[in-house]
């Protein structure tokens, strides 16, 4: 979907993307982190042409960005901002469906797409004549992903958008956006500087540093073989094993069994909160417990520190 | 018994309004037109129904001011203004009986007194929140029309300019609104554009500004007379400008004046407007794949028009007051009217002239204040 061909990028002297090359696959969710000024942000910004590389090449779609007219190729890409940057003029409804009208669609076609994204973002549909001062941090940031996906577009391009959020509001969002990627097979592209964000949405992760790719892995790669002491500080240095059992569901571990042995852990759980109830419980198994509330298995604490 | 803070307002305002016929007339007595007048004290004048409406009135205002019920203290205040009118209007008509010569103005006491009255029920119309002030003005502006229509003020020597000059105010009022709306169009041609490409270009901005900046700084009848000797001589020189009435004197060097003065506030604010479009919602609207051309239309305009409408609401209301200067330099208007009343000695002339000048200005500032709250809510 897209790629990167040793892209630089200068301002002033100063070098803020440094040879890059990296490949974002179709329906992929790739997390580009790093801290600020190591041009994560510039990267994101040069895919929809906000920004201009210096040398070298991005493809979108097989073909150079610089092809597209920049409009049309924005049009096609979905763009979120950790300050949402809503039209503070328009109600919400106008606000999603602000490229669909640069799009020349129909007025019922816009209504019934905008009525389909408030619902799959969850939002109230008594808040589509609402002005965005009166939504919360939360509410806006919905809004904001329902207008950068409502021209159904190939590609999503989040910059921290969750970044303002307090850390409730974040995890619902979060969880949201798996959700979404999940239903919709949407690639996405997700500028963060939190670790544990990247780690737990993304299929892939690009570390950067200074301009420079220093890993480019899955979250379970990275973890597991970090590429330098650097990427293994970055992960969590003392953590990484915990980090590791929460990519795992806890049914991937699982011995199936319909007979309960010992307290219960919900089958959507992950691998590291199977282990945090075992040592809060003192317990070294723990029943697996099923959608309908029955056991569907049993994992001990040798499934879990097993390689 | 402590004061309460809304007290400390209007307890000594309304205790200030019955001191001040003590120390000044209420009206000015003159012979005749050109005699200056003499001071004759409230106590002399007040009698009949008037006397008797301002002393209720008085009752109410204090009555409302010492049980804090702010619509008592609107009510009495305003009332208490009419019956002061009326009472000098009851005089008026007094005096002419036995002197059919005799001019009656307002005194000093009769304008203190009103201002007191006036601030008395701005504050309190100010306490009831927005129904109060349009009763308020209603209350006014009702009985003043009335005390004018039932014929009760129209011995008072104001009312008598007003009838001598009957044909040529309606005239003037219509010339003094020309000349401003001529002068809108060139400073909204002007002004616009120039506080676009201000906000584009900010070096262009640090010295457009100082520009304009020294051009509020010319007194008004400064430029007019500057203007004078240019126009003029451009007269001269294209007998075709002379034609189209184009000359040093006259509507046009007043029309330039206003829109050397008036492209200050618009470019300034349509700057300001434009600066003020927060940065995230134009990266979100480049972001999304909205033209430069659909980011100024669909954004930039409506975000910075409020701030636009605050620059037109300054703008208009200077212009008004400017408009009347203008009178001086030969563009007619109500200021030619005040001048007139000036220059003759009739203050009472003046103020024929002068008060449609602040009705004016007082309805363009409203109505702009009110369409600035309706664009910002």
Request: aromatic share 6%; proline share 6%.
């Amino acid at each position: 979907m897209i790629t990167f061909q040793t892209v630089s990028k200068s301002y002033g002297g100063t070098v803020v993307v440094d040879h890059v090359d990296f490949h974002v696959a179709k329906g992929a969710f790739c997390a580009v982190i790093g801290a600020s000024g190591s041009g994560k942000s510039t990267i994101l910004r040069m895919i929809n042409r906000l920004v201009e590389p210096d040398s070298g090449a991005i493809l979108f779609a097989g073909q150079p960005v610089g092809a597209f007219a920049p409009e049309d190729l924005r049009r096609r890409m979905g763009y979120v901002i950790q300050s949402v940057g809503l039209f503070p003029h328009w109600n919400v409804a106008r606000n999603i469906a602000a490229v669909p009208a640069l799009l020349g669609w129909d007025r019922s076609r816009i209504d019934a797409r905008v009525a389909e994204l408030m619902a799959l973002l969850r939002l109230d549909p008594a808040l589509a004549t609402k002005f965005p001062h009166a939504l919360s941090g939360g509410q806006a940031q919905r809004v904001g992903v329902a207008r950068a996906l409502a021209a159904d577009p190939e590609l999503l391009l989040m910059d921290e958008p969750f970044g303002a959020l307090d850390p409730v509001t974040r995890a619902a969002l979060q969880a949201e956006l798996t959700r979404i990627h999940r239903e919709t097979g949407k690639t996405i592209v997700f500028v963060t500087h939190d670790m544990d964000e990247a780690l737990q949405l993304a299929t892939q992760v690009v570390v950067l540093e200074r301009g420079r790719i220093l890993q480019d892995a899955s979250p379970h790669a990275l973890l597991a073989t970090p590429a330098s002491d650097i990427v293994r500080d970055l992960v969590g240095r003392e953590d990484r094993g915990l980090k590791l059992l929460s990519l795992l569901p806890v049914t991937a571990r699982m011995h199936p069994s319909s007979t309960p042995l010992g307290p219960m852990i919900d089958s959507t759980a992950d691998c590291r909160a199977a282990l945090s109830q075992m040592v809060e419980r003192g317990a070294d198994h723990l029943s697996v417990a099923g959608p309908l509330g029955d056991c569907v298995g049993i994992v001990h604490l040798a499934d879990l520190i097993r390689t | 018994m402590r004061l309460a803070a809304a007290d400390r307002v209007l307890l000594p305002l309304a205790v200030l309004i019955p001191t001040f016929p003590a120390f000044f007339g209420f009206v000015s007595v003159a012979r005749n037109r050109i005699l200056s007048g003499r001071p004759v004290s409230l106590w002399v004048v007040a009698s009949g129904a008037p006397l008797w409406l301002c002393l209720a009135a008085g009752v109410v205002l204090m009555a409302g001011v010492l049980a804090q019920r702010s619509l008592w203290a609107v009510l009495g205040a305003a009332s208490l203004m009419l019956g002061l009118l009326w009472m000098a209007g009851d005089h008026a008509a007094l005096t002419a009986e036995s002197l059919p010569a005799a001019r009656v103005s307002f005194g000093a006491g009769f304008w203190l007194m009103q201002g007191a009255c006036l601030l008395c029920v701005t504050e309190a119309a100010r306490r009831m929140g927005a129904g109060g002030a349009l009763l308020a003005v209603g209350l006014i502006l009702g009985g003043i029309a009335a005390l004018v229509a039932l014929g009760r003020l129209d011995a008072l020597s104001l009312l008598r300019e007003y009838d001598n000059k009957r044909d040529i105010i309606g005239p003037a009022f219509l010339r003094h609104v020309g000349i401003v709306a001529a002068s809108l169009v060139p400073t909204l041609a002007i002004g616009v554009p120039l506080g676009v490409a201000c906000h584009r270009a900010p070096r262009l901005a640090s010295s457009v500004f100082p520009a304009l900046g020294l051009v509020q700084t010319i007194p008004s009848i400064a430029l007019f007379g500057l203007l004078m000797a240019p126009l003029s001589a451009l007269a001269v020189w294209f007998p075709a400008l002379s034609r189209a009435g184009i000359s040093g004197i006259g509507v046009a060097p007043a029309v330039i004046a206003l829109v050397l003065y008036s492209l200050l506030p618009i470019t300034r604010n349509t700057a300001a407007g434009l600066d003020g479009v927060p940065a995230p919602v134009r990266d979100a609207a480049r972001g999304l794949g909205m033209t430069p051309a659909q980011i100024f239309w669909r954004v930039d305009v409506h975000l910075a028009f409020p701030a636009f409408l605050a620059g037109l609401r300054v703008t208009l209301v200077q212009a008004v007051g400017l408009a009347a200067v203008a009178a001086l330099i030969g563009a007619g208007g109500l200021g030619a009217i005040m001048f007139d009343g000036l220059f003759t000695g009739a203050l009472d002339l003046v103020l024929v002239g002068a008060l449609p000048v602040i009705g004016l200005a007082v309805a363009v500032d409203l109505l702009l204040r009110a369409a600035v709250r309706e664009k910002m809510a």
